[in-house]
């Protein structure tokens, strides 16, 4: 029973040792891939300054949170929570395929008629 809780502890922190090691490579490559890019185009086409390896960072962290959220349950993809059916279908889970198509088909030319609507204002 001892070594098998020895053996759980010491697979833990194999695997927090590798997740540290992942989020810091991934920070790195990150940084240095903003950096790169950054001192690259911006300097020559706007004449911005160059940028350091920190200030990238900083940049790929602002950008993040600015435009990627910061994250927390759901992960990728819960913007679009409840927008499909039961069989990645979009709209109501209660249509049947051809009720589907009707509202796209309508949806469509709804838009269509908007257009005109607005062009004859």
Do not use: C, Y
Request: net charge positive; aromatic share 10%; glycine share 20%.
């Amino acid at each position: 029973m001892k070594h098998h809780m020895e053996r759980n502890i010491g697979k833990g922190i194999r695997i927090g040792l590798l997740a540290v090691i992942g989020f810091v490579v991934f920070f790195t490559v990150g940084g240095l891939a903003v950096q790169g890019l950054w001192n690259w185009l911006l300097p020559e086409l706007f004449g911005w300054p160059q940028v350091s390896f920190w200030q990238a960072l900083g940049l790929l962290v602002l950008s993040r949170i600015l435009f990627g959220g910061i994250g927390g349950p759901g992960g990728r993809g819960r913007g679009r929570k409840g927008k499909r059916g039961p069989k990645g279908h979009w709209g109501p889970p209660h249509l049947s395929d051809e009720e589907r198509e009707h509202l796209k088909h309508v949806g469509h030319h709804a838009d269509e008629g908007a257009d005109e609507d607005s062009k004859t204002m």
